[in-house]
Nanobody
């Protein structure tokens, strides 16, 4: 069983920064591709960033140059450093794990990020 718990969300002014964390339990973290997703009110959930088990990263165009995804396998923790935040970054942020199935089968409960203008 895998559990993912996000933290670090909050209210921040435009231009500010936040760092999200995702603590993983279970023994698949090191072998999983991890992703950060977000869902704004009234919108579909979208992929924000991914990081493979080997550390390769990928970002949505909307966050490139502002967000950085990283992982600490020794701590079973995933991070998302978010800089130069914009109001359109507002939403619930979720971390997810993709293991053998090729799908993101494991999800956290989400953490709210609100960026005020």
């Amino acid at each position: 069983q895998v559990q993912l718990v996000e933290s670090g969300g909050g209210l921040v002014q435009a231009g500010g920064s936040l760092r999200l964390s995702c603590a993983a339990s279970g023994n698949i973290f090191k072998s999983s591709t991890m992703g950060w997703f977000r869902q704004a009110p009234g919108k579909q959930r979208e992929l924000v960033a991914t990081i493979t088990s080997g550390g390769s990263t990928n970002y949505a165009d909307s966050v490139k140059g502002r967000f950085t995804v990283s992982r600490d396998n020794a701590k079973n923790t995933l991070y998302l450093q978010m800089n130069t935040l914009k109001p359109e970054d507002t939403g619930v942020y979720y971390c997810a794990a993709r293991f053998l199935s090729g799908r993101y089968d494991y999800w956290g409960q989400g953490t709210q990020v609100t960026v005020s203008s």
